[in-house]
């Protein structure tokens, strides 16, 4: 009865839910890998809080009061209950009396890497997919030539030599950007905005060259395609072509690879943001492992891994559900 009523989803539909029970199962194993990793850090994680002065009785109080004391099973399943119900747990550098929340110490920084994430999705997403048409357009001519050149030279640079070029050309010796993004709330947008170019401009190079070739690729694939023919037959100018006919039949790999990009610029923002300062997500994980901030290194990891996975289902449900032969397996 239920193998009969599972052939009755439509397969979209089991295909949806397949790959997101496959998401919470990898998440799953991601968050066993995230605290296994943490808590094997090595170092007195309370003498490096309190200081190399502190008694031993106040580092076993310190430990006692954080659960720092108990089994790793135990802090394990005890901080995923929380997850699931909303609570991160409590900073390390919390002071008796004066408890310090990682929800509250990542809500504002969340906020400022979404920001940052999303605006350079809604330049680089138009801008690759633009210069991917024009160089299927004109395959062959110099302009595709210079395009595919200046994005080899892109990828084969890694992000944090990207921005230290930026900074040391842009924002040292010509003095048009500042060199740290330290933008807080209050600031006026063009400020704001001002002040996050140099990150956005950074992120967008890095992730902008493998979509562009994406998309120059899928375009020139379709345009072998019979239909494509008949439209040249039937006297179509090539814009008319791509844009017509090419296009619309290249979404799926171009979709996918977007999503894929998109899960890689969640995680390349922490590069970025510690290059620049930027008070990010990203930013805040760096200084708590510095700090040894075992519950905020645990969130923020989280977050970055949850973010990752759902991008990346995403882009699984996309490249499935545009192409039949995947859609529909024999």
Known sequence: MILRNLKMVPPLIRTIISRLLLGVL????????????????????????????????????????????????????????????????????????????????????????????????????????????LCALYRGAAFDRVVNGISLTTI?????????????????????????????????VADWVWRMTLPVLTLTIGIIAHMMRMTR????????????????????????????????????PIANVVAVNLAYLVVGVVVVETVF????????MVDAVRTRDLPLVQACALIFASAYILLNLVADIIAISTNPKLLHPR
Not at 217 to 240: D, F, T
Request: aromatic content about 8%; proline content about 6%; glycine content about 8%.
């Open 217 to 252: 690729s899928a375009i020139i694939g379709v345009l072998s395609s019979p239909y494509i023919h008949m439209a040249k037959c039937k006297g179509a100018s090539p814009a008319r072509v791509i844009l017509r006919h090419a296009l619309p039949n290249a979404w799926a």
């Open 277 to 284: 300062v930027y008070p990010g997500i990203g930013q805040t």
């Open 26 to 133: 990898t998440l799953a194993a991601v968050s066993v890998i995230i605290f296994s990793t943490v808590s094997m850090l090595p170092g007195n994680f309370a003498t490096a809080i309190l200081g190399q002065s502190a008694t031993p009785e106040t580092v076993a109080a310190f430990k006692s009061r954080l659960g720092l004391d108990q089994p790793v099973a135990t802090r394990y399943f005890r901080w995923v209950g929380g997850v699931l119900h909303g609570d991160l747990g409590e900073s390390l550098s919390s002071s008796p009396g004066a408890p310090r929340f990682v929800a509250d110490i990542i809500s504002s920084r969340l906020r400022n890497t979404f920001l940052l994430a999303s605006v350079t999705a809604l330049i680089a997403v138009p801008l690759s997919i633009v210069l991917g048409v």
């Open 156 to 188: 084969s640079i890694p992000e944090f030599l990207i921005a230290y070029i930026l900074l040391i050309f842009v924002a040292v010796r010509l003095r048009w950007l500042p060199t740290l993004s330290n933008v807080k709330d209050g600031m006026d």
